[in-house]
């Protein structure tokens, strides 16, 4: 079955302690991509990697690192967590840059910082 | 800046009816639009686009209609069924670019 997979789905953790959210796809995409949901705010993109060992900031980066060490996997890493970083977190993939409107998303990830 | 929005946080509305959702947006170099639908616990899923070359695109029950003039579009459900209730996502890229631009999100109710 296609799909984007993340884990945890949940996480409850303290201001300061790092953490990773882990993001796969078996759908052999080029492009994947982090969004942040907040409420009245939509979704924000975090970061986006067009590919393997490319990646660039997307619009609401500060606080948060990726890697794409392999295609199918994007971590997103928060070096430091902080309270404001508390949201619901959706890792998307799809074909290429030039098929990036059809994204396919990860079930998302309820992260709360204390 | 709110590039995309969607000024209608909710709307609630009878089986059987149509449901009209409306997205904004003010920048004139996106050229392809997109609505996607959000279950709770779920991912959002693509719904329906449309490019903007044209003004309507229809699928089954869903039927995005753009107005170019107005930097408008909305997405029309006829008739609604209860399967719909959702939040839907409004969404504005240029082609090639790198990112989706989202709207707030609107929840969609329907009542039986």
């Known amino acids: 079955e296609a799909q984007v997979t993340q884990n945890p789905r949940y996480l409850i953790t303290v201001t300061g302690k790092k953490l990773t959210v882990t993001c796969s796809q078996n759908m052999n995409h080029e492009y994947m991509s982090w969004y942040r949901q907040d409420p009245g705010l939509g979704l924000r993109q975090i970061y986006y990697?067009?590919?393997?060992?490319?990646?660039d900031k997307g619009d609401v980066p500060e606080g948060y690192k990726v890697s794409r060490k392999e295609k199918r996997n994007f971590p997103l890493i928060l070096e430091s967590p902080s309270p404001n970083q508390t949201s619901l977190y959706f890792c998307?993939?799809?074909?290429?840059?030039?098929?990036?409107?059809?994204?396919?998303f990860g079930p998302g990830t309820r992260l709360t910082v204390t | 800046d709110q590039q995309v929005k969607q000024n209608s946080p909710s709307l609630s509305v009878q089986e059987g009816r149509i449901s009209i959702l409306n997205c904004d947006y003010t920048n004139s170099m996106f050229d392809y639009f997109l609505w996607y639908k959000k279950y709770p616990a779920e991912g959002p899923t693509f719904l329906i686009s449309i490019s903007s070359i044209k003004d309507k695109n229809e699928d089954g029950r869903f039927t995005v209609f753009l107005n170019k003039s107005a930097k408008h579009l909305s997405l029309h459900i006829v008739p609604s069924q209860p399967g719909d209730s959702a939040v839907y996502f409004c969404a504005a890229l240029i082609q090639g670019a790198q990112k989706l631009v989202f709207g707030q999100g609107t929840r969609l109710t329907i009542n039986p």
């Open positions: 990697s067009m590919n393997v060992e490319v990646t």
């Open positions: 998307a993939s799809s074909l290429n840059r030039n098929k990036n409107y059809e994204q396919y």
